[in-house]
């Protein structure tokens, strides 16, 4: 099966939620508007949501967690609507 957003790739797992160009840019978007810099959520935390130590603080940590759960969501709930992603 190819990735329903077209973009003409196998839709693997990882490429569901991370390879895919579309979904990879909405991550970094996350990135930033929450963290104010392009880092901070890592393909494994999102895969298999392990925590990073890239992160300074515990609190910056917890938040990133919360916001990659509640992406992941968004994702699902948007999973064969191309228009609504991002
Ligand atoms: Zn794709």
């Not at 077209?6 to 569901?16: D, F, I, L, Q, W």
């Not at 917890?62 to 992941?72: C, E, F, G, N, Q």
Request: one cysteine or more; glycine letters at 6%; charged letters at 20%.
């Amino acid at each position: 099966i190819n990735c329903w957003r077209k973009c003409g790739v196998m839709g693997t797992y990882s490429h569901m939620w991370w390879d895919c160009p579309l979904v990879n840019e909405f991550w970094k978007q996350i990135g930033i508007e929450i963290l104010g810099r392009k880092v901070g959520i890592s393909k494994l935390m999102v895969l298999i949501s392990l925590s990073s130590t890239e992160f300074k603080t515990k609190e910056e940590c917890k938040w990133v967690k919360w916001m990659v759960t509640a992406a992941r969501q968004v994702i699902a709930s948007n999973w064969k609507n191309v228009e609504v992603l991002g």
